[in-house]
Nanobody, 126 residues
Framework: QVSLVESGGGLVQAGGPLRLSCQFS????????VGWFRQSPEKVREFVAA????????EYGEPVKGRFTISRDNPKMTVYLQMNNLKPEDSAVYFC???????????????????WGRGTQVTVSS
């Protein structure tokens, strides 16, 4: 059974950085594409970023392009989301999700992902 555990959330001032981690366990990590999504009370779950199995392909949602970077460390079975120049509108619960897929492309729809973590809260103060 695949398990995903997010960490690294917290309270940060606008303009500051934060790095989230997603620890994967339970199966062969190399078989999986991993994405980050976020959700706040006022919005539907939103695509943030995704990375394919090799790390060679990444995709980003428009609101975070140029500020966030997704990466993965396959030996550590961990995916990171480096968030820079944070804005109050980035405040949300951030979830990582995994899909068994070895492909050059990455899905950006939440419905395509099979496994989800419980989320980590990110709050950006103005």
């Amino acid at each position: 059974q695949v398990s995903l555990v997010e960490s690294g959330g917290g309270l940060v001032q606008a303009g500051g950085p934060l790095r989230l981690s997603c620890q994967f366990s339970g199966y062969t990590f190399l078989y999986y594409t991993v994405g980050w999504f976020r959700q706040s009370p006022e919005k539907v779950r939103e695509f943030v970023a995704a990375i394919n199995w090799s790390g060679g392909t990444t995709e980003y949602g428009e609101p975070v392009k140029g500020r966030f970077t997704i990466s993965r460390d396959n030996p550590k079975m961990t995916v990171y989301l480096q968030m820079n120049n944070l804005k109050p509108e980035d405040s949300a619960v951030y979830f990582c999700a995994a899909k068994k897929l070895q492909d050059i492309n990455v899905p950006t729809s939440a419905t395509e992902y099979e496994y989800w973590g419980r989320g980590t809260q990110v709050t950006v103060s103005s």
